[in-house]
């Protein structure tokens, strides 16, 4: 990968999609948010997520890790099959990614993969052709793997990568 965006966090770019999937991971990443827009023909799904673009390990006296994060919005296009669940028995939880999984469906459709997003209090799977993730800010150095609403600028769909500068 080529560090040039933003050299500290490792970030190379600020826009990524299904192509990159291999060289992404959403596990920590929290949702703060959910959209399915309408559209003429299949709805796109849209979700508000603080992605964690990095781990640091731990200094020496430090036993904590801490984390490069910066808010993103995920979106796929023309999304169908769409089922999932939210455990709600124990309050509101936040929801945080522990993986994003690409399958190969069954029917032989294989340009519409089949998505699985499998957070610890919620599941989401569904079926669409691909996505594309903006990273809205540059990524910031914080102990844990969740930016403030103030530090993430609020709840946003914006669909636009920072450049850099």
Same mark, same amino acid.
């Given at each position: ?19 990159d999937?291999?060289?992404m ?10 959209y399915?827009?309408? /559209?003429?023909l299949?709805? +796109?799904?849209?979700?508000? *997520?603080?992605? $964690? ?5 731990p200094? &020496? ?11 993103v ?5 023309e ?20 993986d994003?999984?690409?399958? /190969?469906?069954?029917?032989? +459709?294989?340009?519409?993969? *089949?998505?699985? $997003? ?6 989401? &799977? ?8 903006y ?13 403030s ?17």
């Amino acid at each position: 990968m080529d560090d040039d965006l933003h050299p500290e966090s490792g970030l190379a770019k600020s826009v990524w999609d299904d192509t990159d999937f291999e060289d992404m991971g959403w596990h920590d990443a929290t949702v703060h948010g959910l959209y399915l827009q309408p /559209t003429d023909l299949l709805p +796109r799904l849209l979700l508000d *997520l603080d992605y $964690v673009v990095r781990w640091v390990h731990p200094e &020496r006296r430090s036993k904590s890790f801490s984390f490069w994060v910066a808010p993103v919005t995920l979106v796929f296009e023309e999304v169908w099959d769409l089922t999932g669940g939210l455990d709600l028995t124990s309050g509101i939880p936040t929801l945080e990614i522990a993986d994003l999984h690409r399958l /190969t469906p069954d029917d032989g +459709r294989e340009e519409y993969p *089949l998505w699985h $997003v499998e957070g610890h209090e919620f599941d989401l &799977r569904f079926r669409s052709d691909g996505f594309r993730q903006y990273f809205r800010q540059a990524p910031r150095h914080v102990p844990g793997p969740e930016l403030s609403p103030t530090e993430r600028g609020g709840c946003a769909f914006t669909e636009a990568g920072f450049d850099g500068r």
